[in-house]
């Protein structure tokens, strides 16, 4: 059961943790629009708690700093960054939801060797491993969300040969693992995700923990079904194109890119109903071929060979198989 | 001599995972020694290998999701290359535009919410209080655009998260960002970009579209241009900044924007095609221009692992397709090994390598970056953008850029009127007489490069027009796939030169090197000890923070650091050999 909370004026933390992330997420966040990043940490949603983001390396003011010979003074251990993780992990920013953009990298080897693969920074004469602090963190938060592919799933780290051991949130913490609040790991995929889809899902797990609405649900790879219930191919305006066996023979032409590679009918993934910035920027209806990024099992097979046509056995029951490619062009 | 260490890591407000390790002087209060070094790794040209060509366009550009559009076009130029899939004219020029719209966000985004922030009235009140009251009384030349008449305006405009100007470009940017979205289907990470052309429907509701979006983005170009260059006045009339981050003007720019016109995917036409691009590819060293061969710049790159977490690796090949030689370090034969193991400032002591550029028997730290761009084609006097609207010319090391009216409800009044800038090769020298450059001029380059970009989406929206309007509409060719074949994609990312070398064995990926503008800018130590160009640069940099060492926050050498732009996700990602010890779990 989840405890909800319900006191008026209580500040939520964000941590946002970049383990090994491209910072794709963060960028795809300052798309968002209605409300807008800002418009949350501006306090102008109603019915949210104020919220504030104390930890996010690609945003915030302050930095790291270790002097190593010489004791550390106020101005330059106040303004330090990585103390910042530290007070988290000890309560002194509860109540915190923990961000994780970026695969999880696994350490056993590289430490056993003395060095690392994935490092927030050095505090104290400490290297800050993101694996560690990932598990720490997620101990003390009242959710743990998994913003981005790589930290659902592992992403294209985690694709063959996953050089550095790489996996998702989940599969660190375990798949039924739950925050002290009863919140599951939820996962919020796509290459990156797109801003608004963050910003729903952060926002509505806020309303959640204040007791306004259910917890999201969520489907059997954590994905919340309010954005991740459909596939690209049911949403696709040029599904109809599809059933009539118009498939593009050149790219540029009006029909349907399955002949293309769209992973499309095998793909579940929002997009087409919410575009990536203001309502533009979708990908099989601008006639590009869906590579399946949000998928767990992204960027290795079913996925890879992107350009090559999916093969008919994989295609489910209620898409339907096109019988011929590239015909009944209009000449 | 007091000396002490001091470690800063993280490094905020830049992408990736970075560090730097510096001695300083508490004294002479300047910095002695310095180390910078990648953080972060994850293994991505292993991941490429046995894996479709094409493919590469989709992953490498997931290496980072700051500046995911240039990645892909330099991983589709090595594609085009390799599968001798030449594009229609269309399809260059809307490739074009994606790669336009991609900067104009990455440039300004970096100026006003990433570094901006250093130099912003909150720090400065923090680090260096006596900055403040000069600003106080320093007025702004370039007030009619930026709307700020003195600089203590201006500096608390850039205050982070609720200064005027952090709040309003961080809006602007955005619609360069669907501009890109608008070509790329999504941004970040492109899915448009594809061997032989464009994965795009594109008619005359997109074109209109986009050149409404370029207007806007004009007015944002106008701009970042005032807004530093004031700041650059007055960090040195006022506070002589003069001395941080210098370095001689040793640069690399591989040129970038093709002309729809030239560009054929050929190995053998790459110089032909490479000089007429809108920005001139070009080597500068000591000041001086050495070539705008962009196949002579791309044979004498070269790699060093010396003080990096890998050990050495075997050739693949002698020579390349023409019959030129291929050094053991260069790209196309590099194979790296990692091993990661304790850091050790004299060993290894990062997960970057030190790429290096080989000339007359030396090899040269060369640094990318917009100052490198603006440098080359200054210098070299050979690109040429005109358009209807907007128009650069450049030549007699200047390089004059001129922008439309751009009326537009998103656009502040101020930001309406047509306007032209002109920018100079910097007279800054070292104490030897070597043309130099520093930390004000990275930032003001990049400033004044985001102007260039503006000009150039106005040319190539233009040129795809003109296709349009001639029937010329193909957005792809089809090609065959060859089973061996060798390719190489060289652009520039907002950060500078950016180069992916692949070959292909059995139709499928057999090796894949990228070598990223953070990779030359961060760079250890090479075999020889010489440092990387931020290294140098941090090197000997005085210091102005006005408190004790105790309380220094290494300010100074961050405002170093961040004039460079860096991108630590693009500059790790190497390429691993036998390991695979987690092998990947399938889920479904």
Redesign the interface.
Known sequence: MMQRNNSKNEIFNIIWLQSQTCSGDTISLLNAVDPSLLDVLSGQISNIPMVKLAFHSTIMTRWGIDHISLKMENIAKEWNAAVILDEAKEGKLDPFILVVEGSVENEEEAKKAGGFYCSLGEYNGRILYAEDYIKDLSERACAVVAIGTCASFGGIPAGRSNPTGARGVYDVLGHNWKSRMGIPVINVPGCPAAGDWQIQVLVHLLLSIKGILPLPELDEYNRPKFLYGQTVHVTCPNGIYYAANRLVEKFGEEYCVFSFGCRGPISYCPINKYPFVEGVGTCTSYGAPCIGCTMPEFPDEPYEGFLIQLPPTLIPPLEGVPIKTGVNKND | MT???????????????M?VHAVLDDEKRKVVESHCYS??????E??LV???P??AI??TQ?????C?VVHAYASTLANDMALNAPPPPLAISLRDLTDCAELLYDHAIHLF??AG?EYSE??LS?FNRSWIDKAREYRCEYKDIHGYSTMYDLLKALN??EGQLY?YT?KL??EA??LA??L??????I??F?PG??????GISETEKALSLIFVLAGLAKLTVAVWEDISKFLYDAINYDEVGIRAANLLCYGTVDDSESYNARYEDMDLWGEKRLFTPGVVINGELITTKLKEIHLNVRQDVSHS?YEKWDREIDEDLQGNKIAAEHPWNKDTI??????NWNGKYSWGTAPRWLKNGELYALEAGPIARLYVSALAGKAVVTSPWAEVKTGNGEIRISLPETKSEMLKPSLVEAREFKWKVPSLKLEDGTPAINTIERNKARAYCHAYYSAVSFAVIYNAISFIERGE????K?FTKPNFSMGVGLNEAARGALGHWIIIKDGKIHRYQIITPSAWNISPKDHLDNPGPMEEAIKDTPITEE????????IDI?RIVRSYDPCL?CTVHVF?KN??????????
């Open positions: 000396k002490h260490e001091i470690i800063l890591d993280p490094i905020t407000r830049i992408e990736g995972h560090g953080t972060m790794f994850r293994g991505f292993k991941i046995g894996r479709e094409s493919d989709f992953i997931r290496i980072c999701g700051v995911p919410q990433l922030p909150v720090i923090k982070p998260l709040l961080l940017e955005r960002r669907k979205s608008l790329g289907a999504k941004h970040p990470h899915n448009t594809v052309g464009m994965a795009r429907k594109w977490y990692h091993k990661p193991q304790s850091r509409i193909d957005v792809w089809p408190s004790d060492p105790k309380n220094w926050t290494g961050l996700a691993i390991v695979d010890y987690c092998k990947r779990k399938v889920i479904a």
